[in-house]
């Protein structure tokens, strides 16, 4: 069976999912999600999910928003921009 791809994500939690982010992260992990980075304060992840997850990540209640983490890289220091 061939691997599934992951996606690179932001989650957004709703404001009243704050309280429970503990229960959230967890429900999120169970999907698959790896995580990078986590903001208890302010209700955010990024990481990594299987894409086949994306539908059941996006139900989840208490989910505001899932967003692709579209990662910049800026030039090293003295780098000349033409």
């Known amino acids: 069976m061939p691997e599934v791809p ?3 994500i932001n989650v957004i939690m709703k404001d ?3 309280g429970r982010f503990g229960l959230m992260t ?3 992990r ?3 999600f790896v995580v990078d980075h986590q903001d208890e ?3 955010i992840m990024s990481g990594k999910l299987p894409s086949n997850k994306l539908a059941a990540l996006r139900a989840l209640d208490g989910i505001e928003a899932v967003e692709g ?3 910049i ?3 090293p220091p003295g780098f000349e921009i033409r």
């Open 73 to 75: 890289q800026l030039p």
């Open 16 to 18: 009243e999912a704050l």
């Open 26 to 28: 967890q429900r999120i």
């Open 69 to 71: 983490n579209l990662g």
């Open 41 to 43: 304060d302010l209700g």
């Open 6 to 8: 992951s996606f690179s």
């Open 30 to 32: 169970d999907l698959g």
